[in-house]
């Protein structure tokens, strides 16, 4: 029996999916979590076959909980649904086997296929986003980052300080301040705002070949 959670931290998206779900594919009851800890809770009461899973939650990045959650339940099959660009997250995505990949701006006919794959198990919904590492040296530059650092990224792009990400994530603000430091000498910007710059280039031209 296929058990499904969605979670994701606005309300009327878990509503929407749960409805397109229901009517289109004849699921019934889905679950809801709309934070990490939510998500960890439902997680331990039962188990899921199916998730479909946002990256940015209430209570932070769901980059923070996959790891656990795969090594915990290994066979569980994961929808990545969100409007964040799947470039900066792909290779820590995959390395936990998660390829299942669907943006929130796709189209009506795009999501409705990609969820019928998902929720009746078709294998060939991985992601496919095709190569840009000739545009910088080095490989893709997401790739350069270690998971922790792109959590730290996502908040420095959301216009946080330091210390404004350090109580979101719990650590101290020289740590994060390290962790600043090694992205912008990582992405070889002198600040925040030319490493916006230089990220905006690189989304624009991977979303152009992301078919």
Known sequence: MKEFLIADDHHVVRKGLMVICQQEFGLGQMDQAASCSE?????????????????????G?????????????PDLNVLIFTIQPIGMYRAGLEHYGITNYLSKTATERETLRKLKDFVYGNSNNRVKVKSVDHLLPGGSFFDRFTPR????????????????????LGMKQNTISTFKKRILEKSDARNVLELKELIDIFIEVEQSQFK
């Open 39 to 59: 998500i960890m809770s439902a997680l331990k009461k039962k188990r899921y076959t199916h998730v479909i899973l946002d990256l940015v939650l209430r209570d």
């Open 149 to 168: 650092e792109k959590v730290v990224l996502h908040y420095l792009l959301q216009g946080l300080g330091s210390t404004e990400i350090g109580d979101v």
């Open 61 to 73: 990045m769901a980059l923070e909980i996959i790891p656990n959650i795969m090594r915990l339940y």
